[in-house]
């Protein structure tokens, strides 16, 4: 057996957000089934359909965005039959190109942060472990062969958590990858396979984690979907020490305590130190040359 880590990104392609983060859930095989039908169960109970017949899927910016909380917020709470009725009515009017009703946008914007607390409660129910590395959205590249060619740190850093997670567990790992721009994903395959095969720590790294990544279309894989609302949350409502930049009082006060619980808690080691680690790691300079470890 072994586990899947489902990854996506925040902030990549020019995206109003304060940070760029890569990074995703990891989610054991046997639990991949059970999880997958858990969040189809949620989306009806929460919408009244499955999202995808409406030409949309559970992204963090569909469900968290300021304007769901202000909708969800214009009347008390509805009951399940008349939120799923009035979203519904949201939805099919969105198809049509229809003005929508005052309580169609309430009701769905509390089915909205419904679906969004309740994957949070199924990520820890299946035993998911979140990991993701962030950095400032400024941060460019530097026009050098080794920025070129190298993986990145905030990427190397994910993977050598990734790597001691599942070392710890004793079980091998996959990276499953959302879909995006297929040059830029060839590129990043083949900074990843330079890293794994040319590296020393890169290939010990291979001793669990399987250097090749499967890319699946986000629209059609939960999973991704549900790493896509975390990634968002860490964006949005998560700070570690250094992270300055302003954060969303509603997204941290509700979702920041789920992201600390889930994410990995470890331990590391360098020239023979043990040191405690995190899965969200916060890399200042994804491409300068350091030593050291970045918090």
Not at 46 to 74: P, S, V
Request: contains cysteine.
């Amino acid at each position: 057996m072994s586990y899947l880590l489902f990854m996506d990104e925040s902030g990549q392609f020019g995206e109003s957000t304060p940070y760029e983060v890569r990074g995703g859930i990891a989610l054991h095989a046997r639990s991949i089934w059970p999880f997958v039908k858990a969040v189809k169960n949620l989306e009806i109970t929460c919408f009244g359909a499955a999202l995808h017949q409406y030409r949309t899927e559970i992204k963090g910016h569909r469900l968290l965005d300021t304007q769901r909380f202000e909708w969800a917020a214009q009347a008390g709470l509805m009951n399940d039959e008349e939120r799923r009725k009035h979203c519904l009515g949201f939805l099919n009017k969105g198809l049509e190109h229809r003005p929508q009703q005052r309580a169609e946008f309430t009701a769905y914007g509390q089915a909205c942060l419904m679906m969004a607390r309740g994957i949070f409660e199924l990520l820890q129910t299946h035993n998911a472990t979140i990991f993701a590395g962030v950095i400032p959205r400024e941060a460019r590249r530097p026009d050098t062969h080794e920025a070129e060619e190298f993986l990145r740190k905030d990427h190397v850093f994910l993977l050598e958590r990734y790597f001691y997670f599942l070392e710890r567990e004793q079980q091998a790992g996959l990276l499953v990858m959302d879909e995006t721009e297929k040059t830029q994903d060839r590129q990043f395959v083949r900074r990843l396979e330079d890293y794994f095969t040319q590296t020393a720590n890169g290939r010990y790294r291979t001793t669990w984690i399987v250097p090749s990544p499967f890319f699946v279309s986000s629209d059609m894989t939960y999973p991704v979907q549900a790493a896509d609302v975390c990634i968002y949350a860490i964006n949005f409502g998560f700070r570690l020490p250094k992270m300055a930049l302003p954060y969303r009082t509603e997204i941290a006060g509700e979702f920041g305590p789920w992201l600390r619980k889930l994410q990995y808690k470890g331990e590391g080691e360098k020239d023979g130190n043990v040191f405690p680690m995190d899965g969200i790691v916060y890399v200042p300079d994804p491409y300068e040359s350091r030593t050291g470890r970045h918090q």
